[in-house]
């Protein structure tokens, strides 16, 4: 057990790093920025190549596709796909996940098939889900499932597994049936491994989501890129995928925050 | 009353059978406070586990108020060395685990926790959580849960194991105060010698791999006590017998299994 010694001198040393804290974390990434784009822009401009856009011609495409509305609904048909795929997969892969961390039986008997899929590349199941069910948003839906529902499972499972013994034993004591464990021991004890499972998932049905579309489902976002690349307009190419940089990041950094409303309070 | 008759108990391994318990017998008066002292490996936990219903037996019988133990029930309660707090609850939350389980209404085991967090003074601390709080005011809120549900029967693991020499000699005052308050049945297991003759009205003496039973021994101090007990004659020369009695059996077990590695 964690003794809580110096509450008094933690609480200052946590404050002063939380003023200091917002500076601290913007300046750095922001001058790293600058640096890549002022190297981007000169070497760009000096290398006369279509294919690559200088920085300012990327911002002005940037700004040509948000205001001018281009980009809105391919991105929201593309995210529409991802949001589909990865709650049909949280639905599903969470009570698994749950059910084996309990029970050794539906463990042994789902685990080998879910390292499968951890080791497995999803790229080669684009075809054959093509084959099966065609190129709709189903078969979107179906390709974000097979990116994202095994790290749902296998963070969700390893939250019940990480669960203190010891608390299962003192319930037990107190009378807890297997429905007072769920409620009160096993579902709050895996909530952050759980919170971290979704987070992981949410990134990898964005990984999944403008992979399919790229590679074999030519609609959303994957469509808008390949019709700028047609058109050699390299520096609206460019532009998609700063949106979608932009979009993971704040994905990526909600969920995090998710994440951290779920963890259990501490000093 | 606890009355235990010929307990056996053998944990399965993958060399085969490692017994813990012998042919234990002994039984607890109501209102009586018992420490079962013994070294570490004695098997003192797990005959505790027992009692509490967490752990099966082999042979012999327990039985509780004439009722075969065969699990846990309301009529006995845990204090757990590692205080076992749920750390998502807060502290009257914890207090109230026992009473919620048992589907009190939310507004009476608020309450009672509320009363139980005073008793064993932790008044002001109720909406915080475990983590926040010393080792020994985590172990006030798993004294103040088992409390709660108002058990005939107190069962407490080495409690005070897990804290520091200070916090656990408080600790041992607070238990005597809040005993004297609330009469309870208590067996209580410990490997200090002090805390036991200091506590109990009578010491079980556990010793050996399989645990047997060495000596049940009275603890002649009148009640309410307090620490001054510890510095008498009296409390010298039975800390000095139980000594000889664990030094006897350690260095027979000495002997013993330097004779199997030879």
Redesign the interface.
């Known amino acids: 057990?964690?003794?809580?010694g110096g509450?008094l001198e933690q609480g200052t040393r946590r404050s002063a790093l939380r003023s200091s804290s917002g500076l601290w974390r913007v300046a750095p990434p922001l001058a790293f920025l600058a640096i890549v784009a002022i190297i981007w822009q000169l070497g760009a401009a000096d290398a006369h190549n279509i294919l690559l856009p200088t920085f300012t011609a990327t911002v002005s495409a940037f700004v040509d596709i948000v205001v001018g509305g281009a980009i809105w609904e391919p991105l929201l048909r593309s995210n529409l796909t991802m949001i589909i795929g990865f709650v049909i997969s949280a639905v599903i892969a969470v009570p698994l996940g749950l059910v084996m961390g309990r029970h050794l039986f539906i463990d042994r008997a789902a685990a080998p098939y879910v390292s499968l899929l951890v080791v497995m590349p999803a790229a080669p199941l684009l075809p054959i889900i093509v084959m099966m069910i065609g190129f709709g948003l189903s078969a979107g839906v179906l390709l974000v499932m097979v990116f994202t529902v095994v790290y749902i499972v296998v963070n969700t499972r390893a939250g019940i597994r990480s669960v203190?013994p010891?608390?299962v034993?003192?319930?037990?004591?107190?009378?807890?049936n297997e429905l007072?464990l769920w409620r009160?021991?096993l579902i709050?004890?895996a909530?952050p491994a759980i919170a971290t499972g979704l987070r992981i998932g949410l990134g990898r049905a964005f990984a999944g989501m403008v992979l399919g579309e790229l590679l074999l489902l030519s609609s959303g976002i994957g469509l808008l890129l390949l019709t700028y690349r047609a058109a050699n307009a390299s520096d609206h190419v460019f532009a998609v995928v700063v949106v979608l940089l932009v979009e993971a990041t704040l994905i990526s950094s909600g969920m995090r925050r998710l994440e951290r409303r779920l963890q259990?309070?501490?000093? | 009353m606890i009355t235990v008759t010929g307990l056996n108990k053998t944990f399965a391994s993958k060399v085969g059978g490692v017994p813990v318990l012998r042919d234990v017998s002994f039984e607890v008066r109501d209102n009586e406070f018992v420490s079962i002292l013994g070294p570490s490996g004695c098997g003192k936990t797990t005959l505790l586990r027992i009692l509490?219903?967490?752990v099966d037996h082999d042979g012999g019988s327990i039985q509780v108020e004439g009722k075969e133990v065969s699990g846990?029930?309301?009529d006995?309660?845990?204090v757990?060395q590692?205080?076992?707090l749920?750390?998502?609850?807060s502290v009257l939350d914890n207090i109230g685990?026992?009473l919620?389980?048992?589907g009190v209404p939310k507004a009476m085991w608020s309450k009672q926790a509320l009363q139980l967090a005073q008793l064993v003074g932790l008044q002001g601390f109720e909406n915080f959580?475990p983590?926040?709080?010393?080792?020994g005011m985590?172990q006030r809120v798993g004294l103040a849960?088992a409390l709660a549900?108002e058990p005939a029967i107190l069962l407490m693991d080495e409690p005070f194991a897990?804290l520091d020499e200070q916090t656990r000699l408080l600790m041992q005052e607070e238990l005597l105060r809040i005993t004297q308050e609330a009469h309870k049945t208590i067996v209580f297991v410990t490997h200090s010698m002090e805390e036991a003759l200091l506590l109990s009205d009578r010491v079980l003496l556990l010793t050996g791999h399989p645990g047997v039973v060495q000596e049940y021994l009275e603890v002649p101090f009148d009640r309410p006590r307090d620490r001054s007990i510890t510095t008498s004659l009296e409390f010298q020369r039975l800390r000095e017998h139980l000594w000889e009695q664990l030094r006897r059996t350690q260095t027979r077990d000495a002997v013993d299994s330097s004779d199997v590695v030879a």
């Open positions: 057990m964690t003794q809580s509450a203190d010891r608390l034993e003192m319930a037990h004591s107190y009378g807890a007072n009160y021991v709050p004890g909530l259990p309070p501490s000093v | 509490a219903g967490l846990p029930g309301p006995r309660a845990v757990f590692h205080f076992s749920l750390p998502w609850m685990f026992g919620r389980l048992r959580f983590r926040q709080l010393s080792g985590q849960r549900v897990a």
